[in-house]
C-alpha cells in the first residue's frame, strides 16, 4: 500500500508514521529524519520527533528517487539516485536546511518554524534571525 511503518521493537508497538500522499521508493534514516524518495522525483526529511509535523521537501531530480544513502562518516551528507539517471549529494546540515526553508518560504521563519529545524540549544546560539544569511532583504 506504500505506507511505512515504525516500531517500537522492545514494546512490540507501532510508532506514529508519516502520512504518505505516495508510495516511498527509497528510505533512509540519519539518525533524526525519515528520509523518503518518490516517483515525483522529491525527496521528504521527515522529523521523528513529530511525524506531523510536514517534511522538509528536497527537489532536484526529475524522474523517481530508487535509492537513498546516508553517508555513514558524515550523516549530514545524503546522496539520492534517480531513474533521471543522476546521482545527487545533499546537505542535510541544519544550517543547509535552514537556508532552504528561509528561501523557500522568502522570509524569515517563526520561533514555531525555527524550532522545526533547530534544537532548543542551536535556537539559543542562532542569529536572532537565523534565515538574516539566507535571504537577500531590499534596502
Known sequence: DGSIWRWDLARGAALPSPPLDEAAYAVAYDGRHLITGHENGAIYLWYLDDMSTPPVVLEGH?????????????EAHLFSASDDGRVLRWDLAVEALMEKACRGAGRGLSQVEAKLYLSEHELESALPDPCAKAITRPK
Open 62 to 74: 526529475t524522474a523517481g528517487v530508487n535509492e537513498l544513502i546516508v553517508d555513514p562518516q558524515n
